[in-house]
């Protein structure tokens, strides 16, 4: 390699296409955390009380979270994925400067 390769100017990194990928689990967390408060909420005006509501709270929040918080988790899902995407090619761009 001369040093001319190394000089040259790099190609700009492609620009992320959806939402980062802490921003879509913050944004699946955030509501993960609001449903299991308000099935606890439901739970507590219920009736129940200390552990049983939090287990109850957990157990249904996981179970209604599977339907209910479908898009957000596929949206963290596919961020995950184009950000998987992009370091391969980044890694493949890196391996194919080196073996020049």
Do not use: K, W
């Amino acid at each position: 390699m001369d040093d001319a390769d190394l000089t040259s100017p790099q190609a700009p990194a492609a620009a992320p296409t959806g939402p980062s990928v802490g921003r879509a689990f913050a944004v699946y967390t955030g509501l993960r955390a609001l449903l299991f408060a308000a099935l606890c909420g439901v739970l507590l005006l219920a009736g129940l009380t200390g552990l049983p509501a939090l287990v109850g709270a957990l157990v249904l929040s996981s179970i209604a979270s599977l339907f209910l918080l479908r898009g957000p988790r596929d949206s963290a899902t596919a961020a995950l994925a184009a950000r998987q995407q992009r370091r391969q090619a980044e890694h493949a761009r890196l391996r194919g400067m080196l073996d020049g």
